[in-house]
């Protein structure tokens, strides 16, 4: 028996916005459990598992109120040289959120939505790179990465470039 129109549309529907804003708040609680980045000093780190592929942790600026980071695995891209998977973060310690501002996947982001991409377009990019890490960071917490597993790296050579992909 189906209910009746009214009662479905009783419960209030959460907006697009509304569900990237909580992604962001559930990617910052998860970052700062796992990794403590606004604790790092800027460098690069290493967080190796059993059985698991070495991630990558990039603490790239540390500011009074964000934290720039990418987290990576030692894979590179065949054709760039370029770290892939990776996701580049910022993390706002005042507003207790985490974004990713843009991930490397080969293209660049005009490649992927042109020019002068529409909002709704803009938005349905940012929930796929946010939900992206949101799924990364659980895989990555269940196979046992953690504060404990993180250790300092020599830094990256100086002829890599931060390339803004999609």
């Known amino acids: 028996m189906q209910a009746p129109a009214h009662d479905r549309n009783a419960l209030p529907r959460i907006s697009r916005f509304a569900w990237l804003m909580g992604l962001y708040g ?26 698991g592929l070495a991630l990558v942790v990039d603490v790239l600026e540390q500011h009074a109120y964000t934290v720039e980071l990418r987290l990576s695995y030692q894979l590179q891209d065949a054709q760039t040289g370029q770290p892939d998977p990776s996701a580049y973060v910022r993390l706002y310690r005042d507003a ?71």
């Open 96 to 166: 207790r959120q985490a974004e990713v501002t843009h991930c490397y996947v080969g293209r660049h982001w005009q490649d992927v939505l042109g020019l002068r991409p529409s909002v709704q377009a803009m938005l349905s990019h940012r929930l796929r790179m946010n939900s992206f890490l949101n799924k990364w960071l659980d895989y990555l917490d269940g196979q046992g990465h953690g504060p404990h597993t993180l250790s300092g790296l020599e830094p990256e050579p100086a002829g890599e470039k931060n390339v803004a992909c999609a």
């Open 26 to 51: 559930e990617n910052f609680h998860r970052l700062t459990r796992m990794f403590q980045p606004q604790s790092l000093p800027a460098g690069r780190y290493v967080s190796r598992v059993p059985g």
